[in-house]
């Protein structure tokens, strides 16, 4: 018996033995694959793949060798196939003789430092341009060039091939990403429900049951600020609807059209960014899941979410700022100005600017609909008690709910388990199909009107995902090329501090935001770049792993809170022009009575908020602080209204 096992052993080691020499000297081509962008001192996969024709993989099983000028690395062929890591540091040849076939694979590194090229380039056309498209399409194209040119093709070749690779690799590979197109579903059936819900007068419904509680300047100005808090699920939606349909109602409680485009430029983003359920939420959990993929952490992107609004200092206290003004009825700067005219010659319909039609079309109601709240009300409530639902359903575990642990922190371990794309999902599309629906039985709309209405509300989340699509593909190209490695080995170079991070975040995507007049493509710049070297900075500064996640969720805010800012002070800003458009006031005045508010609110959440909360005092202790200097600021500061009692008719 033993004999006649040593004997099959010995067959199958000469069939072995026999295929590998056949198979090697079967070899006809051998393709040495490095990374599409290979970088200096960056580790590199390197694979090999042998054929025996043109296009059949020759399935050697085998070991062998390859050199990398001259040095020996042994690899192990699986069915064809092998692959090994190298830090390259400067040029080198790859050499390796398999059979009776040699290739050969010359490797040229790109310098690091021309990684921070792309995201560089994006943010300096930005800047030039005022405009964000063009700018990422240039980051991309600047990186790709570099790519192919040290690929060894030529400054013609690099290109054209740069310019096709945008489209063929990194738009395709981000179009690819399961949760991306999750993203983008999601986006398109909010901007259909907001536009069913506004062209049935749901929308108008809610406005006019508030609005009768409009009867002097505090209690109209009070309503609007109101009204914005809870159209929050969309930015746009908030500017244009509040903005228009209140105008009328403060006009005649002489409210100056400058202050009621503060009111509404100054609730719409500081709140769709930090609600949960918004066309906001999609981008901003994208980009941090992209993250969390990249840096192979095991964290929910909804978990890091919720961690960040404890630091999302500057959007809540420009609300509470907004309110103290409103209470207090005090302003300062040119506000006062514009307020004290509007009270004692009333408002000035003559400056008005005129209304860009198209724009407001969209979210008008039909002429035959009756306003009635509960067509918003209800489709609002399907998405967002429906996205609570899908969390807790697609994240439970009897065993989390079980343990000894606090109903908090329970909710949060369930809620990180949870698939936060088929929630946002499944809950927007509740909310579309029931928006429709009650549109049909109350015969508000009818089925072609309400086609067309979810199709135009799919069309207004266009420029959303083509800046989403190129941010990705942006993400992309700068985690091949190791930006985040470069960013966190020159901050380690000038020793600073990660808990300094958060402040440098606010203000850089301040001033892009301020720059582009785009909260998303700020987004877009900053969480790709600042997100994986805030990690790799924290981990290097020796920093605990709960340590690391509290400064990575701050850094998160801040990207926020800082395009927020940005956002705010910009005249090319496309909320900013759409609340001097939905108020009918004059832009320039919008943005000159503005300004002095958002740069009041951005240095208070910095200094007391921001830099006190980085280096370990309490959130706890930091809001009372902050809310107590903006009320001193009001206070002392702005000058007091006189409390005119002016009704409606």
Known sequence: MKLYRRIILVLLAATLFAGNVFSLNSVRRVEIEPDFAIVEGMETLI????????????????FSSVYVDGEKIDLYFTDGHAEFKYVFNEAKQIELV?????????VNPIPLWFSILPPLIAILFALLFKEVFSALFLGLFSGTFIIYLYQGVGAFGAIFKGIFSIADKYVIEALSDNSHISIIVFSMLIGGTVHIITKNGGMQGVINFLSKYARSARSGQFVTWLLGIMVFFDDYANT??????????????????????????????PVASIAFVTTWIGAELSYIQSTLIDLQLDESAYNIFFSSLKYSFYPVITLIFVLML????????????????????????????????????????????????????????????????????????AKIWNSDIGLLTKISGIIGNSDSYKSLIWASLGGLIISIVLSLVQKLLNLKEASEGMVAGFKSMLTAILILTLAWSLAGLVSDLHTADFITLSIQSTSLSPQFLPFITFLVSGLIAFSTGSSWGTMAIMYPLILPATWLLCGDAGMSYDASLGVFAHVVSTVIAGSVFGDHC???SDTTILSSLASSCNHI?????????????????????????????????????????????????????????????
């Open 240 to 269: 244009l609807v509040v903005g228009n349909t209140m105008r009328p109602v403060t006009d005649r409680l002489k409210i100056s059209r400058e202050k009621l485009a503060y009111i509404v430029d100054s609730t719409a983003a």
């Open 589 to 649: 005045q919008h943005v000159k009575t503005q300004l002095p508010y958002a740069i009041t609110v951005a240095l208070v959440t910095l200094v007391a908020g921001t830099l006190p909360v980085a280096y370990g005092v309490s959130q706890f202790i930091v809001y009372p602080v902050m809310i107590a200097l903006i009320w001193l600021i009001i206070k002392f500061v702005g000058k007091k209204h006189e409390p005119l009692i002016t009704k409606l008719d």
């Open 570 to 572: 910009s005249p090319i």
């Open 98 to 106: 398999c059979g009776n076939v040699k290739a050969t694979k010359d």
């Open 47 to 62: 694979q090999i793949t042998t054929y025996d024709s043109i296009d059949n993989i020759a399935p050697i099983n085998c």
């Open 326 to 397: 409103i209470y207090m009825r005090r302003d300062f700067g040119p506000m006062y100005h514009t307020e004290f005219r509007a009270r004692s010659k009333g408002v000035n319909v003559a400056s008005q600017e005129k209304k860009i039609e198209h724009n407001l079309k969209d979210f008008e109601s039909s002429k035959k609909t009756k306003p009635r709240a509960f067509n918003a009300l209800i489709p609002v409530a399907v998405i967002v008690f429906g996205t609570i639902a899908g969390l807790i359903y697609t994240g439970w575990d």
